[in-house]
């Protein structure tokens, strides 16, 4: 079991940037694929994005794409969600998770399912105000 920690989340204008950690111990780090989810008021989780390892592979949502990046720092057992341009929409409680399902091979259809992590954070907010 990963035990993850997720900060950074705050108040922000729209059009601000914020950077979230999600801080991991337990389980060797690096064997684990990264995702972030979050969930809006009254609305599902959903997948953000996500990291494979070796080589690093990304994806995101189409509603976070060229806004959004994940980048991970195996050294520090972390994993970063760095937001820009943000709106009123991103809105939400922001999770990371953790899977030792999803390979390099796994389609990122498949890894955006909440199924396939095993661990995941208390989640931090991130409210944004136009």
């Known amino acids: 079991q990963v035990q993850l920690v997720e900060s950074g989340g705050g108040l922000v204008q729209a059009g601000a940037s914020l950077r979230l950690s999600c801080a991991a111990s337990?389980?060797?780090?690096?064997?684990?694929?990264m995702g972030w989810f979050r969930q809006a008021p009254g609305k599902e989780r959903e997948f953000v994005g996500g990291?494979?390892?070796?080589?690093?592979?990304?994806d995101y949502a189409d509603s976070v794409k060229d806004r959004f990046t994940i980048s991970r720092d195996d050294a520090k057992n972390t994993v970063y969600l760095q937001m820009k341009s943000l709106k009123p929409e991103d809105t939400a409680v922001y999770f990371c998770?953790?899977?030792?399902?999803?390979?390099?091979?796994?389609?990122?259809?498949?890894?955006?399912?909440?199924?396939?992590?095993?661990?995941w954070g208390q989640g931090t907010q991130v409210t944004v105000v136009s």
């Open positions: 337990g389980r060797a780090f690096s064997s684990c694929t």
């Open positions: 998770a953790t899977s030792l399902a999803i390979d390099l091979l796994t389609p990122w259809s498949m890894a955006a399912r909440e199924l396939l992590y095993d661990s």
């Open positions: 990291v494979k390892r070796n080589p690093l592979r990304t």
